[in-house]
């Protein structure tokens, strides 16, 4: 007599269906459990190449404000120890220097009754601009070095605008001496250059010009200061700090508005520069 009892092939049917999806649970469930491990270590991986990539971009950026402060320092001597010309060299990694389009700088000594004694003088001032591949900036302004990020611009390197002897209480200044370093682009030469290269930033001295008033203690002059350029955040900050005596620095679009009472006599030098870069 045959056994057909319900331990027969029924259960083992079953049972072998029971393994089944516990094999495919379990292959499941590595296949997940795998993807989860690979997801991470690829954000991992990304998020460490970005980090080292910003700290290779900062590094960067800060060797440019370094060799940039070596320039505004050959430019001085141009500029204020009468040398013909100097030469700066400075490389680039993944990055631009130009000369960029110009800013304005405009000087106006006010005399409160006599006209005559009035002066008003005006340049523009081409920047020397590096600009790395993430888009932060260090420029060379008329003297100054400053350093642009998306946050906003700084003055790291200040030009030597001066106003000395004043009294600040009775808003008076003996004397402002006001520089301009009237940067150009040279004739016929090489003005950008982009990419991982070294090159050689030259600067000529091509003009200078002295704009004096007459001394007046009895009747000082209003000094109008105004600078129209792209970064007029950091130029309003400086200029704010320089002018102790200032009535107000604002800022009127892209110009920085800058006013000074009671200036006995105002000193412009313009010394006009042709940069070429090599």
Avoid at 26 to 50: K, N, P, R, T, W
Avoid at 59 to 66: D, S
Avoid at 251 to 275: F, S
Wanted: charged residues 25%.
């Amino acid at each position: 007599m045959t056994d057909t009892g319900s331990g027969g092939p029924g259960v083992g049917a079953a049972g072998a269906l029971r393994g089944d999806r516990r094999g495919v649970s379990e292959v499941l469930g590595f296949v997940l459990v795998f993807g989860l491990v690979l997801s991470s270590v690829g954000i991992v991986y990304v998020a460490g190449q970005q980090g080292l990539q910003d700290a290779r971009d900062f590094e960067r950026v800060n060797n440019a404000e370094r060799a940039f402060d070596v320039l505004a320092d050959n430019v001085d001597d141009v500029a204020r120890d009468s040398a013909p010309s100097r030469a700066t060299e400075l490389k680039l990694a993944d990055a631009g220097l130009s000369v960029d389009e110009p800013t304005v700088v405009n000087v106006t000594a006010a005399h409160p009754t006599t006209a005559a004694k009035s002066m008003t003088t005006e340049y523009e001032v081409s920047p020397l601009v590096y600009e790395a591949d993430g888009g932060s900036q260090v420029v060379y302004s008329n003297g100054a070095v400053l350093r642009s990020e998306r946050e906003g611009a700084v003055v790291t390197r200040q030009p030597d605008l001066v106003l000395d002897d004043g009294d600040a209480d009775e808003m008076r200044t003996d004397r402002a001496i006001i520089p301009v370093v009237a940067t150009r682009p040279a004739r016929d030469a090489g003005t950008n250059v982009a990419g991982s290269t070294t090159v050689l930033v030259r600067t000529e001295r091509a003009t200078e010009r002295v704009f004096v008033t007459e001394r007046d203690e009895t009747e000082p002059y209003h000094l109008y200061l105004n600078v129209t350029t792209p970064r007029t955040d950091a130029w309003e900050r400086y200029l704010e700090d320089a002018t102790p005596n200032a009535d107000d620095c604002s800022v009127d679009g892209d110009t920085v508005e800058c006013d000074v009472e009671g200036v006995e006599r105002v000193y412009v030098t313009v010394v006009e520069i042709d940069v070429s870069i090599e």
